[in-house]
């Protein structure tokens, strides 16, 4: 089969834009981050303590809530920014903010004996490792 002629049932396998990527990948961490600490709510005693003020070994306060908060605005606005920062400020964001999230998200499961919040981190860590290989190796503008 010469490369004019196609396979019958061939799928067109167009290139994903670097930026598209990056995007698509801080929503799924994203969406890893909302799903782990919905499935968190599961876990027993959680909403007992929650009920008291307490989230693990920390007290509810607005300051508390406000660096959660801070902390998950970060990776929303990566999807945004990764496809609206000039190409060389995207790509050292990207590289600066998975080398600030990935300890962030070892950390988490810490002294957690449930498997869920170790599988989720463990897939969250390797998706923002796919971000930081992705952003890392952008492609260079050709000199033609």
Not at 97 to 124: D, K, Q, Y
């Amino acid at each position: 089969m010469t490369t004019m002629e196609k396979a019958p049932n061939a799928y067109e396998n167009a290139p994903v834009p670097v930026r598209v990527r990056l995007a698509a990948l801080w929503a799924a961490v994203m969406f890893l981050y909302v799903y782990v600490d919905i499935f968190y709510f599961y876990k027993p005693g959680t909403i007992d303590d929650i009920l008291v003020g307490r989230v693990w070994q920390f007290e509810i306060t607005q300051a508390w809530l406000a660096g959660c908060l801070m902390l998950m605005v970060v990776p929303s606005l990566m999807v945004a920014l990764s496809v609206t920062l000039p190409a060389r400020i995207a790509r050292w964001t990207n590289v600066v903010v998975c080398g600030l999230f990935i300890p962030v998200t070892l950390f988490n499961p810490i002294g957690e004996p449930w498997v869920f919040l170790w599988i989720g981190a463990a897939i969250e860590v390797a998706v923002l490792a796919v971000i930081l290989r992705y952003a890392w190796t952008w492609p260079r503008q050709s000199r033609a």
